[in-house]
């Protein structure tokens, strides 16, 4: 089932998932293990062939040594990718072959839910394998659902970087909040509670509706969500959203989201620092749910969970901060500043 790959630029580790029998086909990319085994999500989707899903698991596993590096967690960096299968097929069987082949890298890579995977899937993975977290929590213990920690951490992040960018509260402005799923639902009702006025797009157009509904929000379509006239710009979906071109009609001044590998090509940080937006760095401001997955993997409690979290606005309040001081974008400083914890990690274990 499990074929190792080459390596690709070392540390990078590829683990091909194969098994005909139940429809796993995927791959779990470790990028560093300098500060533990690699921890990461794994994301169930329609990718068309098997190098698109090897290549986001590439992009995600990079992401995931810098979220962790800097919400100083004591993890490297992975993630799991699978092709979701056309027609029908057993779910449990599928998520208990992934668990079986985490099983076999012997605790090189610990999963949990991401993109298109739920608790009911990692009970199906705990089921061969212990390297898995996001199951059902115990007591007062970390554990469960990680998107709400997820879009608690948006949240904070926003609110910290609305103060300091734009000189105001989210009760007087306008998100425009791309996704409506698990952690984008939960961060609008969130902004909601705190005053804020929305502008929401899905691309089921009856969870955004009734989403919508519920919190009085401005609905429109997927592709015209990044143009709208609001103050922030929230992207919750999938990765790749802030491109040359979306930064061009852009009319928000933050961008502050719980998605993945927000920035589609390398130039779009300095692209947005040249029109005045300000964009705080994804895998800074999402890391509330790989915080729990960790917690919950180490056996500590909720309280440590929200000790965590309560730490990220003021992160990003810090690199927003040096970034504004040195005149560069934040993405730049973020970047930086893991890459120096992962090299230092890299210098003690040699």
């Known amino acids: 089932m499990v074929a190792r790959l080459a390596r690709l630029n070392p540390p990078m580790q590829s683990v091909r998932l194969l098994d005909p029998e139940s429809g796993l086909d995927g791959v779990i990319a470790i990028h560093s293990t300098a500060l533990g085994p690699g921890a990461g999500g794994c994301r169930f989707w329609h990718y068309p062939d098997l190098e698109a899903a090897f290549d986001d698991a590439c992009r995600l596993a990079e992401g995931m040594s810098y979220k962790n590096a800097l919400a100083g967690l004591p993890f490297g960096g992975a993630k799991a990718v699978l092709r979701r299968p056309e027609g029908h097929f057993d779910r449990a069987a599928l998520f208990r072959a992934f668990g079986r082949a985490v099983e076999e890298l012997e605790g ?38 990680p998107s709400p920690w997820t879009a608690l951490g948006v949240f904070e992040s926003m609110r910290t970087a609305a103060r300091l960018t734009l000189g105001a509260e989210l009760s007087d402005l306008t998100v425009a909040v791309q996704g409506t799923g698990n952690v984008g639902a939960s961060l609008c009702r969130q902004l909601a509670d705190a005053g804020a006025r929305l502008v929401i797009a899905d691309i089921d157009p009856r969870r955004r ?15 015209d969500i990044m143009a709208v006239e609001a103050d922030i710009f929230a992207p919750c979906a999938l990765g790749g959203a802030l491109t040359a071109q979306s930064v061009a009609g852009m009319k928000a001044r933050l961008v502050c989201g719980a998605a993945n590998n927000q920035l589609a090509t390398p130039d779009v940080p300095d692209l947005m620092l040249e029109r005045g937006i300000a964009y705080a760095p994804d895998y800074v401001v999402n890391a509330g749910g790989i915080i729990s997955v ?40 973020a970047d930086e500043m893991a890459e120096r914890t992962i090299a230092a990690a890299n210098r003690q274990a040699a």
């Open 108 to 145: 090189l890579y610990v999963t949990a839910e991401d993109v298109g995977t739920m608790v009911a899937d990692m009970r199906e993975v705990s089921m061969v394998t212990r390297h898995v977290a996001g199951l059902d929590p115990a007591g007062d213990q970390a554990g469960g659902d």
């Open 209 to 223: 509706n009734a989403l919508g509904a519920v919190l009085n929000a401005t609905v429109v379509d997927v592709e």
């Open 294 to 333: 960790s917690a919950e993997y180490l056996g500590e409690d909720r309280a440590s969970v929200a000790a965590r979290v309560d730490q990220i606005g003021p992160r990003v309040g810090e690199i927003l901060d040096l970034a504004r001081r040195e005149g560069r974008s934040a993405a730049w400083v």
